[in-house]
């Protein structure tokens, strides 16, 4: 009870460090959330403004778009009307205009060719960076790679210098070797030897479960089983001295029974659980090593899973159980459920040749050179990846600095290119003075005004649609962003309800954990009060043993004593066998139980008749027995009565010896009786069997069927006739030969005798008038079956009488001679005429 108590106190404290880690893990998690919330509320408020902006600067396009619009279809209006004046000096001003119009034209395709080679210097620089980027996540991830392959060619090492060291041992295996010669040092500091590690005990009986079995109980392998707390205290001092890391001392019961598993806590419909497959072939260590496993791990709720199907199939249709709440592959996928969460953890660390538990050491060690060459190949291709990489990034980042630099140059064009562009177009051409046509100026005036504001406006759409493309760019990487993050939020909401769900599991395990070592405590006080109170009756008891002891003494030796013991017990036992064989006649509960049962209870009612009052009780008896025993031989001298139960002993033995001679031969009386008997019940059911046949036979002759029922306890016959029932299977039988007609009845009357006959001893048989109620087929078919049965039968002497014509007689003959292909001899058959009776004749 201390161990348990100690045992759920530990339990319960590593549920509290694991739900206080739960708690710092979710209240970071929480903390990333809530940042990540607030950073994503402004990526949507930033989106929201570049969403404003764009807008704002669609419609200032449009606008200006609008305002150009306008002012071209003005400056049309002015062409026209100077296109109608002859006058050179309009010709010329039309001609200035247009052409200067020609060089904004040209300056403005300049400038787009330029924003293109802006856009694509930027686009190639991007590039660049990107694929630098990439390449130095990769250089990153090839160093991480090198050291994880440096980091298992130096464990693969060590482990081959462990089962070197230890000469191919499975200590090696699990790294115990140090360990175990520290244990052997100080074996007698241990109340009792450790046993462990544990996966050096264990094989599994089918090499397909050896991956499962090394994910399920991989992590309690290196585990060691302790008798008592100091032996566990001691046991860790070693493994420290030894370097023995990531393993426990599991203080247990050592000499507690095995386990019995309900098959309520086993899986069902035909699937197996881990328990099964695994071996202890030490016989000391089996019980603690598997009580623990079963404690600790449940391995007998633990299906094994040929598949995925099948995993699925105990996940989701609960196929093992409802109490099954785990199962795990060949291929070591965890299928688990807890309430309604479903879920798989897949098996992508633990290969196959990395199986602790597989039988042979030298295939384990061939396995991990396998691996560490692996390991060193892997390690070399990574280091060739790693130079080849910095090649890469070496010119990566030259050509990353090259199109910087092309960026830079095409920025600074298309800025030169824009600048001459602005003042291309606030440059407007000089017009002619008209002092002689006062209209024609106006409309040069007019012309030049409205070429001013055009170049004004077209400088405005450029700017305008700057702004736009600007604003759709930013707001394109706002809306990226904020999807980008909102996937993030959503990724993290999903892992808080997970962690939270893992943490509301933790606190109600833990909350069990907590009721179950409240009543171990409650428990552990109560055995202590009860112990208390035992120690002090032990210590009544042992006074009184001493007192008693010391009476005894001083009334015979201990040898005396027991002697009398054993012969009052033999005494009692006799007794109480005489009262249960009287009660087993009178109570069928009693009788019906058995023998082991019997013998319990005798046994036990035996040891609660040998106490004190009972023995003087049977002392009483004895004593009681004795005095009315000397009083019917009519004497008190024992000593005569002994002389004469001595002759009277002789000749009861000598007719006991006689008795038994009687006895055995009327048991084989008995035996030779009971055997007859099989024989003629086998003869008898022979017979039954022979003649029902032939009955049956003799009826379908004439189509019909039947059945003869014999009652032997009541010595009767019944007959069972269908007529016409051979071909007809559906004819109610008839019981009463009455309802038959006279030569159906007739001729079943000719059946049974003929079918009863043939057993029948008798060398003379006679049938009278069998035919009298017959129509002629009747009677011919019942004549010749007569007939058949005679030859058949040729020991036996037949007479049948018949006030019938005799031409029937010999008919069937005929038939039968035809039927059967064979010739009757003459003295086969005679018949007699009998004639009338004398007159006056006497009759019987």
């Not at 032997?712 to 007809?728: A, Q, S």
């Not at 079943?748 to 006679?766: D, K, M, Q």
Request: with cysteine.
């Amino acid at each position: 009870m201390a161990v348990l108590s100690i045992s759920l106190y530990g339990l319960c404290r590593t549920w509290y460090l694991e739900i206080e880690l739960q708690a710092v893990e979710l209240e970071r998690h929480d903390s990333i959330v809530e940042n990540n919330m607030s950073h994503v509320q402004g990526l949507l408020k930033a989106e929201k403004n570049s969403r404003i902006n764009m807008e704002r600067a669609k419609r200032s396009k449009a606008a200006a778009q609008a305002s150009l619009e306008a002012l071209q279809n003005d400056k049309k209006i002015l062409d026209d009307q100077l296109a109608q004046d002859s006058n050179g000096k309009a010709a010329e001003a039309r001609r200035l205009v247009e052409e200067h119009q020609k060089q904004i034209t040209e300056k403005q395709a300049i400038l787009q060719t330029a924003v293109e080679d802006v856009t694509a210097a930027l686009q190639a620089h991007e590039d660049a960076r990107a694929k630098v980027e990439d390449l130095i996540n990769q250089e990153a991830a090839c160093h991480g790679a090198i050291h994880r392959a440096a980091s298992n060619v130096a464990e693969f090492h060590k482990q081959l210098r462990g089962l070197d060291a230890e000469q191919d041992n499975r200590l090696g295996i699990f790294h115990a070797v140090d360990l175990n010669k520290l244990i052997n040092q100080n074996i007698r500091s241990f109340r009792q030897r450790p046993i462990g590690p544990i996966g050096a005990l264990l094989t599994v009986t089918d090499g397909r479960w050896l991956l499962a079995t090394e994910v399920a109980l991989g992590h309690y392998f290196r585990n060691y089983l302790v008798s008592c707390t100091a032996d566990a205290m001691l046991l860790r001092d070693l493994m420290k001295k030894a370097g023995y890391q990531r393993a426990s001392a599991i203080t247990t019961r050592f000499d507690a029974p095995l386990h019995s598993i309900p098959v309520s806590h086993r899986p069902a419909n035909g699937f197996i659980p881990l328990l099964d497959v695994l071996i202890v072939h030490d016989t000391a260590a089996r019980a603690p090593v598997m009580n623990y496993l079963v404690d600790k791990a449940h391995i007998e709720s633990v299906a094994l899973v040929e598949n995925q199907s099948q995993g699925q199939s105990v996940n989701h249709a609960c196929s093992a159980g409802e109490h099954i709440a785990a199962a795990i592959s060949m291929d070591g996928d965890w299928y688990r459920r807890t309430g309604g969460l479903r879920w798989v953890n897949r098996n992508e660390r633990v290969k196959r040749q990395h199986c602790r538990l597989i039988a042979d050491v030298s295939e384990y060690k061939a396995a991990l050179e396998r691996d560490l060459e692996q390991a060193e190949a892997l390690m070399g291709a990574r280091r060739d990846d790693l130079a080849r990489l910095a090649v890469q990034l070496r010119d990566a980042r030259a050509w990353e600095a090259k199109c910087a630099a092309d960026w830079k140059v095409a920025t600074g064009l298309k800025n030169r290119v824009n600048t001459e562009l602005r003042r291309l177009i606030m440059q407007t051409p000089e017009m002619p003075r008209f002092e002689d046509d006062e209209e024609t100026g106006t409309v040069l005036t007019q012309l030049a005004s409205i070429q001013h504001e055009l170049a004004s406006s077209q400088i405005q759409l450029q700017t305008a649609e700057e702004a736009l493309a600007l604003a759709e760019q930013s707001h394109g990487q706002a809306v990226k962003q904020a999807k980008e993050e909102q996937t993030r939020i959503q990724e993290q909401v999903a892992e808080g309800k997970r962690l939270r769900e893992q943490q509301m599991e933790t606190v109600s395990q833990l909350a069990e954990l907590d009721g179950r070592h409240s009543a171990a405590v409650s428990s552990r006080e109560q055995v202590r009060a009860n112990l208390a109170k035992l120690r002090q009756g032990v210590e009544i008891a042992d006074a009184r043993l001493r007192q008693a002891l010391a009476a005894a003494n001083q009334v015979c030796n201990r040898s005396m004593g027991e002697r009398a013991i054993q012969l009052a017990r033999e005494f009692v036992s006799e007794a109480v066998q005489k009262k249960m064989a009287s009660k087993q006649q009178r109570d069928r509960q009693l009788a019906a139980m058995g023998e082991e049962e019997l013998r319990r209870m005798h046994m036990r009612t035996v040891e609660a008749s040998m106490d004190y009052a009972g023995l003087e009780k049977q002392l009483a008896v004895v004593n009681s027995n004795i005095a009315k025993a000397a009083a019917e031989a009519g004497s008190s001298d024992l000593q005569e009565l002994e002389i004469r139960l001595a002759a009277q002993s002789k000749t009861a033995a000598t007719r006991y010896r006689a008795y038994k001679r009687m006895e055995e031969m009327m048991q084989r009386f008995q035996t030779s009786y009971a055997n007859q008997m099989q024989s003629f019940e086998r003869l008898r059911t022979s017979l039954m069997d022979i003649t029902q046949a032939k009955f049956a036979k003799y009826l379908r002759r004439r189509d019909h069927d039947g059945k003869l029922e014999f009652n032997h306890t009541e010595r009767t016959l019944k007959l069972l006739v269908k007529p016409k029932g051979k071909n007809n299977r559906d004819v109610q039988a008839v019981e009463d030969l009455k309802q038959l007609s006279g030569g159906e009845r007739s001729f079943t009357t000719v059946a049974l005798l003929l079918a009863i006959g043939e057993n029948t001893e008798s060398p003379f048989r006679c049938n009278d008038e069998f035919d009298v109620f017959m129509d002629d087929v009747n009677r011919r078919v019942a004549t010749e079956t007569l007939l058949e049965f005679a030859m058949e039968h040729s020991m036996f002497q037949y007479i049948f009488l018949t006030p019938q014509e005799i031409a029937t007689v010999e008919d069937a003959r005929q038939q039968l001679m035809k039927r059967r292909r064979i010739q009757l001899p003459a003295a086969f058959l005679r018949t007699v005429k009998m004639h009338p009776p004398r007159p006056n004749a006497v009759q019987a």
